[in-house]
C-alpha cells in the first residue's frame, strides 16, 4: 500500500502543485516559485536567458556589438575665452538605454603669443540632458613657452549609462589669461581627431 495525500510524507494524487508542470510546450523551462513549480514559455531563437534574483527568470535578446565613430573634418579653431568650452561639432548618437564606452583620439595644436602656460582641454556633453559627462575632462596638448607649438595626440576614455537614445558631442576650450597665436584641433595625414562609442551593457 501507498499513502496518499498532500504532506510531506505521502504521494500526492491529482495535480499536486509539488510536482513540476505537465509537460505543454517544447521549449518550457521549469523554475521554483517558492512554493511551486511553474513553467517559463519558450523563449525565440537566439534569445538568452536572464535571472531576476527571487522572481520569475526571463527571456532576452543578447547584447550586439553597436558602434559609431565621427571624425572632425577640417580645423576647428577654439575661438572662446579662457576656460570657455565650446562644441567642436563632433557628434555621437548613442540609438537606446544601456552602457558605453566612449572614446577619443583628439588632435590639438596650441601656440600662446603671451606668457604660458597655455593648454587645450576637451570633454565629452550630453547635449540631450544639458549635462557634461562626469569626469571626462581630458588635458590634450599643453604649452609653456611663448611663441612654441605643441602638437599633440591624447585619448578620451569614459564610460557612460543612459536611460534612451542620446546625442554626446566633444566639447572643447582654451585655457590661459593672455593671448594665443593657435589654438585649434585638427586632422591632417598625420593624425585625426576622432570620437567614437562602443556599447557595452544594456
Known amino acids: 500500500r501507498i ?5 510531506s510524507s505521502t504521494v500526492a494524487i491529482g495535480n499536486d ?5 505537465t509537460p505543454s510546450g517544447a521549449g518550457k523551462l521549469s523554475y521554483d516559485t517558492g512554493s511551486a513549480y511553474a513553467a517559463l514559455s519558450a523563449g525565440t531563437a537566439g534569445q538568452v536567458l536572464t535571472a ?3 522572481s520569475a527568470p526571463t527571456w532576452a535578446s543578447p547584447i550586439t556589438a553597436t558602434t559609431s565613430t565621427a571624425t572632425l573634418g577640417s580645423t576647428f579653431l577654439i575661438t572662446g575665452s579662457s576656460g570657455t568650452y565650446q562644441d567642436s561639432g563632433l557628434t555621437l548618437s ?5 552602457t558605453y564606452l566612449l572614446f577619443g583620439r583628439i588632435l590639438g595644436n596650441v601656440n600662446v603669443l603671451t606668457s604660458g602656460p597655455g593648454f587645450i582641454s576637451c570633454k565629452f556633453r550630453d547635449t ?6 562626469a569626469n571626462s575632462q ?3 596638448a599643453f604649452v609653456q613657452a611663448i611663441n612654441t607649438s605643441v602638437i599633440a595626440t591624447a585619448p578620451m576614455f569614459s564610460a557612460f549609462t543612459v536611460t534612451g537614445a542620446t546625442s554626446v558631442n566633444l566639447y572643447c576650450a582654451r585655457n590661459l ?3 594665443y597665436n593657435t589654438s585649434e584641433l585638427d586632422s591632417t595625414s598625420s593624425g ?5 562609442y562602443t556599447k557595452i551593457g544594456p
Open 3 to 7: 499513502p496518499t495525500g498532500t504532506s
Open 17 to 21: 502543485t509539488r510536482f513540476n508542470p
Open 52 to 54: 531576476a534574483g527571487a
Open 94 to 98: 548613442l540609438p537606446s538605454a544601456g
Open 128 to 133: 540631450t540632458a544639458g549635462a557634461d559627462v
Open 138 to 140: 581630458t588635458l590634450i
Open 177 to 179: 589669461a593672455g593671448s
Open 192 to 196: 585625426y581627431t576622432q570620437i567614437a
